[in-house]
T-cell receptor
Framework: NAGVTQTPKFQVLKTGQSMTLQCAQD?????MSWYRQDPGMGLRLIHY???????DQGEVPNGYNVSRSTTEDFPLRLLSAAPSQTSVYFC???????????????FGPGTRLTVL | AQTVTQSQPEMSVQEAETVTLSCTYD???????LFWYKQPPSRQMILVIR??????QNATENRFSVNFQKAAKSFSLKISDSQLGDAAMYFC?????????????FGKGTRLSVIA
């Protein structure tokens, strides 16, 4: 059971480049989400998904796209990277709360992205 | 919208002593979940302890315990017999029990140093 995996661990981009951060989980969780972590800001929600084919915006969605074609995968796409997107990105997954199921969110190891 | 406030950006504690990290939150919901996450220098997010609002008994996990005051909307973390490995960022987080959009709402974190 690998839990939540993210690739790459580190990435440097130039302004205007695009890239995809990969996230996968093997726990059959319906809920998946992407956060970014900036110094002094905690973790802020970018996008989330409650199941395959369903995505929605979080607190800071601008400049990012997501899709959820399978239960396991939830990639985050940067369309045209900007220096303001320099951050550490975390993917997380969990069951949807309710029904007595565990609601703990499990986090991937994070991706440190630098945009020059 | 719910908010989580951690009023102590940094704390320090002597090894083997006890330290308490503060967290307050704002919500109009009567049922919810509260979490403390630890983020060591490896940046992995690790669940330390959780509390369900409908449970009056304070949660305890080994050296970690919480003081949950529902009326005051306070959720502090007590670390007893502090160890060098406890040095990390600690995040308080809130989660609604409602299905659908149930992200974690994080505080901005408290950096804990442990002095040998």
């Amino acid at each position: 059971n690998a839990g939540v995996t993210q690739t790459p661990k580190f990435q440097v981009l130039k302004t205007g480049q695009s890239m995809t951060l990969q996230c996968a989980q093997d726990m059959n969780h319906e809920y998946m989400s992407w956060y970014r972590q900036d110094p002094g800001m905690g973790l802020r929600l970018i996008h989330y998904s409650v199941g395959a084919g369903i995505t929605d915006q979080g607190e800071v969605p601008n400049g990012y796209n997501v899709s959820r074609s399978t239960t396991e995968d939830f990639p985050l796409r940067l369309l045209s990277a900007a220096p303001s997107q320099t951050s550490v990105y975390f993917c997380a997954s969990s069951y949807i709360p309710g029904g007595g199921r565990d609601n703990e969110q499990f986090f991937g190891p994070g991706t440190r992205l630098t945009v020059l | 919208a719910q908010t989580v406030t951690q009023s102590q950006p940094e704390m320090s504690v002597q090894e083997a002593e006890t330290v308490t990290l503060s967290c307050t939150y704002d919500t109009s919901e009567s049922d919810y979940y509260l979490f403390w996450y630890k983020q060591p220098p490896s940046r992995q997010m690790i669940l330390v302890i959780r509390q369900e609002a409908y449970k009056q008994q304070n949660a305890t996990e080994n050296r970690f315990s919480v003081n949950f005051q529902k009326a005051a909307k306070s959720f502090s973390l007590k670390i007893s017999d502090s160890q060098l490995g406890d040095a990390a960022m600690y995040f308080c987080a809130y989660r609604s029990p409602l299905s659908g959009n149930t992200p974690l709402v994080f505080g901005k974190g408290t950096r804990l140093s442990v002095i040998a």
